[in-house]
């Protein structure tokens, strides 16, 4: 009755609903960008964009592999979440190893004081031979102050200063502004 070639594989599926997730996530966190922005037209409350990854992650996958560095992005993660306020929202973006930090009623100077704890106490992780491994970050932070940014280029704007601070030292923390 129908194609063997038409029938979808078990790999394409888990593919197919790995990006549906994907898309629902990026759905998620549009709409939290929006109502946070909708709160600062109307009661002018501050609230920053922060992107964090980890440092030299690509390095680090070459160095422990990829069951170490899965490992790793579970424990940047609980850690993260744990650091964060209740009121503020974290997302991760698992295909760019990015965690979004929409931190409410922050300004850019409270984001970068944050990040700078955060970066100071961050976990340690063990390769196979119980080799601790000193993971470090590196974010950018960016105050939405302007109404008319829209979640892709506050993206855009925090993609772009994270990439810079990467190539820094670890820990590098690039503060931007939405103007």
């Known amino acids: 009755m129908f194609e063997d070639s038409l029938l979808p594989q078990e790999e394409n599926i888990n593919q197919e609903l790995a990006e549906l997730e994907l898309i629902r996530e990026a759905e998620i966190m549009r709409t939290y960008y929006d109502f946070l922005q909708g709160n600062k037209l109307q009661s002018n409350i501050n609230f920053t964009f922060v992107l964090v990854s980890i440092h030299s992650f690509d390095r680090l996958v070459q160095q422990y592999g990829e069951d170490v560095i899965k490992s790793a992005l579970m424990i940047v993660n609980e850690y993260l979440d744990k650091a964060r306020r209740d009121s503020d929202l974290i997302f991760r973006i698992p295909t760019r190893q990015i965690w979004i930090l929409l931190l409410t009623q ?74």
């Open 106 to 179: 922050s300004t850019n100077e409270e984001a970068e004081y944050f990040l700078r704890r955060v970066f100071q106490n961050v976990p340690s992780i063990s390769d196979d031979s119980n080799q601790e491994i000193k993971l470090r970050l590196s974010g950018s932070v960016l105050e939405v102050n302007y109404s008319k940014m829209d979640f892709e280029g506050a993206f855009e704007k925090g993609s772009k200063a994270l990439g810079e601070a990467l190539k820094m030292e670890p820990s590098e923390i690039r503060v931007i502004t939405s103007n």
